[in-house]
């Protein structure tokens, strides 16, 4: 019973490099969400996805976008790392607006 | 603009007391209430959610909910050092995602 897997886990980039987070579901839940957690900053929303097939801007998008590939998979991408993108970056899934989120573990990105 | 406030701490309680961990919301359409621990470097975990104003139990736990002062606490009873802690309230309301707070940090001294 994985729940909500991220992949990967640790991950160190040079300024201007791209890359993509991967996030899966095994719920069946129809929404998910993609958070950046920074010291003193709390989970600030980066991107959504209410359903299959939409998207929309959280709090912070700038940098960053991303795709819903199926009802599973949620995946983040940055185009061009900047240092200010270094955190841990969390992916969460629920059933609904109104049911509890559950996260995955976490990819802890720095950007040099 | 929706806001969830809570005490950042640290919140400082001695091992077999009392903890009451308060959180506040603007949005008097809120409607589920949530509190997630977050143990350092772990992702956060849900402990309850509570819908309709009053108290629920869960074992040391309990979530009071007062929708007509819009607050929502977690009391954890007999707390041990294992309950350290920071503990993330988080409000719905309508189609919208959840809005988290920063968190309090709770420390359990044995």
């Known amino acids: 019973n994985a729940g909500v897997t991220q992949t990967p886990k640790f ?8 890359m993509t987070l991967q996030c899966a ?28 097939g939409t998207t929309d ?18 995946s983040l ?4 790392a900047a240092p200010s993108q270094t955190s841990v970056y969390f992916c969460a899934s629920s059933g609904s607006w109104n049911q509890p989120q559950h996260f995955g573990d976490g990819t802890r990105l720095s950007i040099l | 603009q929706k806001e969830v406030e809570q005490n950042s701490g640290p919140l400082s309680v001695p091992e077999g007391a009392i903890a009451s961990l308060n959180c506040t919301y603007s949005d008097r359409g809120s409607q589920s209430f949530f509190w997630y621990r977050q143990y350092s470097g772990k992702s956060p975990e849900l402990i309850m959610f509570i819908y309709s104003n009053g108290d629920k139990e869960d074992g040391r736990f309990t979530a009071q909910l007062n929708k007509a002062s819009q607050y929502v606490s977690l009391l954890i009873r ?20 959840l809005v988290f707070g920063k968190g309090t940090r709770l420390s359990v001294i044995a």
């Open chain 1, 25 to 52: 579901q095994d719920m069946n839940h129809n929404s998910m969400y993609w958070y950046r957690q920074d010291p003193g900053m709390g989970l600030r929303l980066i991107y959504y996805s209410a359903s299959e």
């Open chain 2, 78 to 97: 007999d707390s041990q050092p294992s309950d350290s802690a920071t503990y993330l309230c988080a409000v719905n309301s309508g189609n919208t995602p």
């Open chain 1, 77 to 80: 991408r940055l185009e061009s």
């Open chain 1, 57 to 74: 801007k959280g709090e912070v998008p700038n940098g960053y976008n991303v795709s819903r590939l199926n009802k599973r998979e949620f």
């Open chain 1, 11 to 18: 991950q160190v980039l040079k300024t201007g490099q791209s």
